[in-house]
């Protein structure tokens, strides 16, 4: 007689398998139902406890593909006894440094277009800026940056990294940032009108950024085509809420910042 399979699912419909990863400590993942991403802290009774950068803590069952680990499905499962705490990261993705003490600040500065800007700058790459010792500062507008740099005065040992919105060909902040010439600042840009639009639509609850006619405020219509209040300001600090991690953000700013990042603070 024929030896039938229990299983009569077909090969094709059956999920494929996915690595099984020890819930450590410090170890960092997301729970995809809710979005919440966070280091595991506790794993008990067949649950376990992550805390997201801000402490708070949400305990959720630990189920068969039921998180996600940069970004691929897993399966968390208790760890072994006596297994070593895996470091944590940053919200920028790098490896934290539990207790480092933040650094004397360096001569070397960077610029970015706002304050806002400098917000998100610090919300993702806050404990890394720290470490390197690197001041953040916010422009109230790029149209005298020629004459910002000058005065700031850039060398071997100072050097100077400036974020710019909107840094398109044929715009007007393309040419001013062309008309810096010094060989120790660095000016690089995002394509986006405004910072608002370098945080991932789905990671603020919308399908899309809406487009706003010109000559009109672009956040003032963008609050206006989402049903937001006509408050800029509120506008911004919800937005800032969902930015939990460099996941968050798209590629086009993050690059730019980890390259000024490492122009500031690389020794010529």
Not at 16 to 45: M, S, W, Y
Not at 107 to 136: C, K, N
Not at 178 to 189: E, I, K, P, R
């Amino acid at each position: 007689m024929r030896q039938y399979s229990p299983d009569l699912t077909p090969p094709w419909k059956k999920p494929k398998p996915v690595p099984e990863v020890p819930a450590d400590p410090g170890l960092v993942v997301e729970e995809p139902g809710t979005g919440f991403c966070g280091a595991v802290i506790r794993c008990e009774a067949g649950t376990v406890t992550l805390e997201d950068r801000f402490g708070k803590h949400r305990v959720f069952p630990m189920e068969p593909r039921g998180f996600l680990l940069e970004g691929r499905v897993v399966t968390l499962v208790r760890p072994a006894a006596g297994a070593p705490v895996r470091p944590s990261r940053t919200a920028s993705g790098s490896v934290a440094v539990p207790g480092a003490r933040a650094r004397v600040a360096r001569a070397g500065r960077i610029y970015v277009e706002g304050r806002h800007d400098a917000e998100l700058v610090e919300r993702v790459w806050g404990d890394d800026l720290r470490i390197e010792g690197v001041v953040v500062e916010y422009l109230e507008g790029v149209d005298d940056l020629p004459a910002i740099v000058a005065d700031f005065d850039p060398g071997p040992d100072a050097r100077l990294g400036v974020l710019v919105d909107h840094l398109v060909p044929g715009t007007k902040e393309s040419r001013i940032a062309a008309a810096v010439t010094s060989d120790h600042a660095l000016v690089v840009g995002h394509p986006y009108i405004d910072i608002w639009e370098a945080v991932k639509p789905a990671s603020v609850g919308i399908a899309a950024w809406p487009r706003v006619p010109r000559g009109q405020d672009w956040k003032t219509g963008v609050c206006r085509a989402l049903g937001w209040p006509d408050n800029t300001g509120a506008a911004w600090q919800h937005i800032l809420s969902h930015v939990r991690s460099y996941k968050d953000l798209e590629p086009e700013l993050l690059g730019r910042v980890e390259e000024l990042i490492d122009f500031v603070t690389t020794p010529e």
